[in-house]
């Protein structure tokens, strides 16, 4: 391919993908399966290294990040990023109302929109490609953070249709609930600590260094106001229709997200629904903002020093009640972390019933400054989980004791320790300490880990309380007759547990790494480990330099992987893992063929030893053809856990073979 062939091709290919994301992440709509997505950005990222000059800022590749900043710039707004007059009162809603009536002479029209709760940007737009973003700061100039938002998917890089040649689209970023839920179980998992909300997650995460972690944690934007010179539109609600015909992500494809209305009664009715549907969005808002519809009206009504007249914010009060603190029981997690929860005296908030709170740690117990029996406040914002707020301190009695945070853990009686620089507390007794040693093991076997068919935590318990487990590696010593004894437990089942563990030795290196459960060694970084040094030894042998110099891998992951692997027992407990026959190295990708040429193949279900988009990566790799959809047309079904009924129905009707993963195995390496 020669220069010109490449650029166009990069071109082309960029415009492919920037659609196929469209559909995806905006409209809600895939046109093709993910590892045809995954295959064109995979060709676009080997021409662009092919051709280094054509690896353009807007390219669909930078999604992924990887660009550092190491500090951000601060530069000014072209035009001031003010922020909204807001109430709590419906009554002053009515009199802003009252007062643009008079102010205006015309039909005036509203339009009400959500107060999305997160972050505020205003990204500029040249000749349609993507080429500033600024954080709001202090409204006059904020901070520069063009590579953290690349990375989000719902942000258009490059715009389609008719748009502006300069301007600049302001927008709120935020976290969904979806993905603050899975980055703090990941963290819970990983023995860090917790985020208070998706708001500061948001914030924080627009902050980092590492545009990589930032397209990881999944952010997601709408983008609600168009600022520029000479821009042609009439009013707010033309624009943000606009807007999403450029490709931005816009209220109007969902139901009720933005109205148009003529009066104050159609205004209350938007803040009404919303105050109570609000807990069902998969997203925080904390409100909702009422804007006049035209821009000359707008233009009349003008600002104050702070805000505009022609828009106002409505903010939801935060339901809050009081109860009574009944007791504060302590959890120990995983990873001997402690966490102290308060079980309240059940009471009806934002429509559930609420029986417990979390209180964090020690440091909460002492901002609250709680008490035995005290009447505590509880929030439930948007969030998922209740939170103490504060406490009644008129309604407490004068004996009442402080709530002393435990010195010793609840469950083994061992000293807690509490790190410096750490909020928690921990029990140091990670090996003996009955909790953390289940609860490494339900690590251990969960479906990302080790994926152990026909094992569940129940089991484990059973296991562990009969003395037959106290560790993962005794798991594989386990005989039918010892599991067949079991309470509830019948042949078929025990056979099951037995032959998950078998296939669970061909679980890959990477995910034996992280089965491990080695503090701060979550997926993603057992990943990186494990391709780095591709044997379990030299990752053990590795010194501290050698561990950092790995992309991604900091000093905090460096020690406790040391630290890890320091201990006898545990190199002892790895050796039995090893003789017990599972993954300590990488293994070498079953290697390129044509056996499978002219065949063609459809992938469905859940595998052991490989991810479904390896098991494509192999088809291809060995000269066969992925298809989606089965037809007469197609060679094999390989079929997974879980596949479908209906596809294994059809594959049956067409008599298309039908191969296990063990099949399909055997079939390449023949
Ligand atoms: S309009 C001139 N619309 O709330 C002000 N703001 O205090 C233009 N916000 O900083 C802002 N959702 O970050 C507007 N639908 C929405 C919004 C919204 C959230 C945020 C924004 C702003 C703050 C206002």
Redesign the pocket.
């Known amino acids: 391919m020669n220069k010109d062939e490449a650029k166009e091709e990069i071109l082309r290919l960029s415009k492919e993908i920037n659609y196929h994301n469209h559909a995806y992440y905006v409209e809600s709509n895939p046109l093709i399966s993910d590892y045809e997505f995954d295959k064109l950005l995979e060709k676009l990222q080997e021409l662009e290294k092919q051709f280094p000059e054509f690896s353009f800022e807007s390219s669909p590749t930078k999604r992924v990040g990887g660009d550092i900043t190491k500090k951000f710039q601060t530069v000014a707004h072209t035009f001031p990023?003010?922020?909204?007059s807001?109430t709590y009162s419906e009554e002053e809603i009515l009199e802003w109302e009252n007062r643009i009536k008079k102010l205006e002479d015309g039909a005036i029209e509203y339009v009400c929109?959500?107060?999305?709760?997160?972050?505020?940007i205003g990204i500029r737009y040249e000749n349609g490609f993507l080429t500033r973003a600024v954080t709001?700061g202090d409204g006059t100039q904020g901070e520069e953070i063009t590579a953290n938002v690349r990375t989000i998917r719902t942000i258009p890089l490059q715009l389609r249709g008719d748009f502006p040649q300069d301007f600049e689209i302001?927008g709120?970023i935020f976290m969904p609930l979806a993905s603050f839920l899975k980055l703090n179980t990941e963290r819970e998992e990983n023995g860090e600590q917790l985020f208070a909300n998706p708001r500061n997650t948001a914030s924080g995460t627009l902050k980092m260094q590492d545009s990589k972690v930032v397209s990881e944690r999944n952010l997601d934007s709408?983008l609600?106001?168009v600022y520029g010179n000479n821009l042609a539109f009439e009013g707010h609600f033309e624009t943000v229709q606009k807007a999403g015909e450029w490709g931005f992500k816009i209220p109007l494809q969902q139901s009720r997200m933005i109205e148009k209305t003529d009066s104050a009664e159609g205004i209350m009715n938007f803040i009404h629904f919303w105050d109570k549907e609000r807990y069902n969005l998969p997203f925080e808002i904390d409100g909702v903002?009422v804007?006049v519809n035209n821009y000359a009206q707008q233009k009349r009504l003008g600002f104050t020093a702070k805000?505009?007249r022609w828009?106002i914010?409505y903010k939801f009060k935060t339901e809050r009640v009081e109860t009574k603190l009944e007791s504060v029981v302590y959890q120990v997690g995983r990873t001997g972390s402690i966490t102290p929860v308060a079980n309240l005296k059940p009471v009806q908030l934002g429509g559930t019933t609420v029986k417990r709170a979390s209180l964090h740690n020690s440091d909460q117990i002492k901002r609250l400054d709680l008490h035995v029996n005290d009447f505590v406040y509880v929030e439930k914002g948007g969030e998922i989980i209740p939170k103490i707020v504060g406490v009644n301190t008129e309604k407490r009695t004068k004996d009442a004791g402080i709530i002393q945070f435990i010195e010793s853990c609840p469950e083994c009686n061992a000293t807690l320790i509490r790190r410096e620089g750490e909020a928690n507390h921990y029990c140091p007794n990670e090996d003996a300490c009955p909790p953390q040693m289940k609860g490494k093991m339900e690590h251990f076997i969960s479906r990302k880990a080790m994926n152990i068919d026909g094992l569940g935590a129940e089991t484990i318990d059973l296991l562990y309380e009969k003395g037959l487990i106290k560790t993962s590696a005794d798991l594989y010593d386990l005989t039918f007759d010892q599991v067949v004894e079991l309470d509830r437990m019948a042949d078929k089942s025990a056979d099951n547990l037995i032959k998950g563990l078998v296939e669970s030795k061909n679980i890959p290196f990477e995910r034996v790494l992280f089965a491990l459960g080695i503090r701060f060694v979550g997926e993603t970084v057992a990943k990186k480990l494990a391709k780095h040094f591709k044997y379990m030894d030299a990752l053990i042998a590795a010194k501290f330099d050698d561990l950092t110099n790995v992309g991604e891998i900091g000093e905090k992951i460096a020690i406790s992987l040391q630290q890890y692997f320091l201990n006898e027992e545990h190199l002892h407990f790895i050796d039995r893992l090893k003789k017990a026959g599972l993954q300590f190295e990488i293994k070498e990708k079953v290697g390129a063929s044509n056996k499978l040429e002219g065949k063609s193949f459809v992938v469905s279900g859940v595998f052991n030893a490989f991810s479904r988009d390896e098991l494509k990566e192999l088809i291809e790799s060995n000269g066969g053809k992925n298809v989606s959809a089965i037809s007469n047309k197609t060679d094999y079904v390989v079929a997974g856990e879980n596949m479908g009924p209906a596809k294994l129905k059809k594959a049956t009707d067409l008599g298309i073979a039908i191969l296990s993963e063990d099949e399909f195995i055997q079939l390449i390496n023949k």
């Open positions: 990023m003010l922020s909204l807001n929109e959500l107060k999305y709760d997160g972050v505020a709001r302001r709120e709408y609600y106001g903002v804007k805000s505009p828009a914010a």
